[in-house]
């Protein structure tokens, strides 16, 4: 999706949407927003916390009570994740191609590589 979407983009002369129109449109369209609701999912269960909510246990809720607490805090900050991801894709433009690739091997891969060698001073040092 935006602003990474060169390879579907309407404006764009080639892609891999082109060939398609009607059901099959339909079902790469109703695939994307699927994906958007998984990888919410997944990323609400391993970086936010899942169902759980400080304070929630102090609350005294009786089981049934208390677990429909935690669908619904699961549900809240699954869709507050969607929305982020639907804010950044409507709001940002599309980058050019010139424009993604000096990201990635100007900005990303130095970042990455800084990444790594800061994990592994800091794991040899640990260890030391």
Known sequence: ???FDLPEGESEIVGYFVE????KFGMFM???FIETILLSGLTTTF???GWHLPG???LGLPQPLFALAGVG???AKTCAVIWLLMQVRWTLPRFRFDQVLRLGWKGLLPLALLNL???AWIVYWRQG
């Open 1 to 3: 999706r935006a602003p």
């Open 20 to 23: 398609y129109s009607g059901m």
């Open 30 to 32: 109703t695939n994307d």
């Open 47 to 49: 970086f936010l916390g």
């Open 56 to 58: 929630l246990g102090l």
């Open 73 to 75: 805090v699961f549900v």
């Open 117 to 119: 060698l800061a994990t």
